[in-house]
């Protein structure tokens, strides 16, 4: 059993664009519309038809946009990658030849992509046929309780490429040859003579019974009746709010919760906030839950801890009926250590899906790396997306651990200081790259609107610019520096020497063109040995000082105030795209722990207690009120995907920051004890400006101190480098979002 995944991620800011920052240039440009990602013009349906082997075709000419040029137009926009120039040229003509090889011998990457329709179990009008590759293997059968486990009633034959197959015929009433919900393995006989036993690799579900065993076992799943999907697919908004969450501790109770219980009770809530996808996390299937699904086993198998694989489906296709796109946290990265239930030492070789000796592990995370050079590990990896997406109806990846997978020394104990010598040297690995751009542009191909986003602590240039453009093709990173920097903040500084410039630096610090998804916080700040942003605000007075009933304590009042303000200016600020963790926007107490063998497998710490918003007696209740106003009003405005951006003040000694986006003001007041009357903030547009949110309302429990039906009447002189300027009370540690009456 491997050991839960590590934080080996180095500690790192994003890194400095060559361009000027925001607060320097009135507009910037948050995506161009050759990226095929959520801000250019919406497609339905998927692309039409295959590629063919026809020497003409588009692929092989090159006439094809996505693959012609030589990837150097990324350049353009970025001068500081112009002595890479060859490198650049170097990894396209790489991923050109991937395509067109692929075109050659699989007739296309849409054929390609689908092996997970002929590799494993199918049932045909013949009888249930199973392919694998297992190309070290010397002899292979298929073995269950269909042929009780005998190893010479369905041998395998295996072609040129190391692929076997067999079929199990059908009864003699034509039924499948294999019961649903039979238990099954592939066995082989190694090259060293030895005889060993492996769960299917293109498993669809296996299942675990802790009272017997950890280990899982396969299961042959043919239920009479398929879940029939309702509603049409969702293509994501260009403005993104995501919801990240955990199906299995999704409940307030002490265990796993189930995709049937998400779907009745977490999705309405999700609806309620405003937020228009939900991020999910370890679905693939992993053996050890405490891993949070980042060991995975079973590439294809939905997590049978939440239910079954229809099961997810009602899930999806529920979201989708309410307008939600749904994302599921892709670990492609690597995979777990596992043998008998996992894909290592597959077929008796160390080097079936993996590289070989070290290279082909991950000294940390005790996990196997993918060897992205091999046709058949491209041919594995791209058609478990494809799967995903064609099964289960997905709209978007979450790609976890991107660093580890761009650099041969996975970020080890190396702290990235920005400079590009960093990022195209012999530090890259190629093979890692090019698969992701394969990814990205087959997901884009073939499903326009489709949404890729990039965990990656290290600011690789061109991450998140488009494939045809020299770019690896993501839509998103992550801005994994913004929590990292609040939680410092709250750690190591007081209040009042809180630095407005770093934080507004910080928050802007994005590259030219490449769009970020911001979050104050996320699974990782939740997790044991770490403390969630409210609880960091008001530790065990969380315990104590949480009812309405109770006197508002200093540290409750200061706690709630700067939660709410966090939120609102980094998902103002912060990035393209805004995501929360579940529970953290009602500022959920405490932190995440899954059952282990160091907590004596309990349950307390692996659940959300949801339970804490619907008791009218607790203030929890303030703070998603709070965030369910923020969320709604972005919908309302859409500043996320704004091309407009404008930090109009960073003052420190009176901690008050302020910028225009989204044809909004946004105001904060940070200081501790001083509040300020009639205090001037230059704007843009001359005019009349009234309140749309405020963090001082009492519905949000504040103090009222702002009053919402004040106008606010623009004088026309220049102030802090706009035209014109309004008088604003601003209230200690309160922010308000001023809108422009344009009537």
Known sequence: ????????????????????????????????????????????????????????????????????????????????????????????????????????????????SRAYESYGLHVTAEGVRYR????????????????????????????????????????????????????????????????????PAWSRYVTQDLTKSPIYEAVFYNPPQRYTFKNKRVVPEADLCIYEAHIGISSPEGRVATFKEFTQNMLPMIKDLGYNAVQLMAVMEHAYYASFGYQVTSFFAPSSRYGEPDDLRELIDTA??????????????????????????????????????????????????????????????????????????????????????????????????????????????????????????????LYPGFVTIAEDVSGMPALCRSVPEGG????????????????????????????????????????????????????????????????????????????DMSPLTPVVDRGMALHKMIRLVTCGLGGEGYLTFEGNEFGHPEWLDFPREGNGSSFHYA???????????????????????MVHLERQHHWLSAHDQWVTLKHNDDKVLAFERGGLVWIFNFHPTSSYADYRVGVAWPGKYNVALSTDDAEFLGHSRIDASVDHFSTPLEWNGRPNYIQVYLP??????LKHDQA
């Open 320 to 445: 989708h009926g309410m307008g939600i796109a749904v994302f599921l946290d892709v670990v492609h990265s690597h995979a777990c250590n596992n043998v008998e239930d996992g894909l290592n030492q597959f077929d008796g070789t160390d080097h079936c899906y993996f590289h070989e000796g070290g290279r082909g592990r991950h000294e940390l995370w005790n996990s196997r790396l993918f060897n992205y050079g091999h046709h058949e590990v491209t041919r594995f990896l791209l058609s478990n997306l494809r799967y995903w997406i064609e099964e289960f109806g997905f709209d978007g990846f979450r790609f976890d651990g991107v660093t580890s997978m761009m650099y041969k020394h996975h970020g080890i104990a190396y702290g990235f200081s920005g400079h590009y010598d960093e990022y195209f040297t012999g530090n890259t690995d190629e093979e890692a790259v090019v698969y992701l751009m394969l990814a990205n542009y087959m997901c884009h191909r």
């Open 607 to 629: 659940r959300r207690q949801f339970n804490l918003v619907h008791d009218e007696n607790l203030r929890y209740k303030y703070l998603y009120r709070f965030d369910r106003a």
């Open 132 to 199: 694998e590759w297992a190309p070290g293997a010397k002899e292979a059968s298929l073995v269950g309780d269909f042929n009780n486990w005998d190893v010479a009633a369905n041998p395998m034959t295996r072609n040129d490429f190391g692929v076997w197959e067999t079929v199990v015929g059908n009864t003699a009433d034509g039924q499948a040859g294999i019961p649903h919900g039979s238990h099954i393995k592939v066995t082989f006989v190694t090259g060293s003579g030895e005889r060993v036993y492996r769960l």
């Open 472 to 547: 690896v093709g993501f839509d998103y990173r992550l801005t994994m520096s913004v929590p990292d920097m609040w939680i410092k903040m709250l750690k190591e500084t007081r209040d009042e020497d809180w630095d407005m410039v770093q934080i507004a630096h910080q928050l802007t610090n994005r590259r030219y063109q490449e769009r970020a998804i911001t979050y104050c916080e996320s699974h990782d700040q939740a997790l044991v040995g770490d403390k969630t942003l409210a609880f960091w605000l008001m530790d065990k007075e969380m315990y104590t000082n949480m009812s």
């Open 732 to 737: 200690a540690r309160t922010a308000v979002v």
């Open 1 to 112: 059993m491997t050991g839960k995944k590590k934080n080996s991620k180095p500690k790192t800011l994003d890194k400095p664009t060559a361009s000027p920052p925001a607060e320097e240039a009135s507009y910037f440009t948050t995506s161009d519309v050759a990226n095929n990602g959520p801000g250019a013009p919406m497609l339905q349906g998927n692309f039409a038809g295959p590629p063919t082997k026809d020497p003409s075709s588009s692929y092989l000419t090159g006439s094809d946009p996505e693959i012609s040029g030589d990837g150097t137009e990324v350049i353009k926009s970025d001068g500081y990658l112009e002595p890479h120039r060859e490198y650049f040229g170097q990894r396209f003509a790489h991923f050109k030849r991937w395509v067109r090889d692929i075109e050659l011998s699989e007739g296309g990457i849409d054929k390609f």
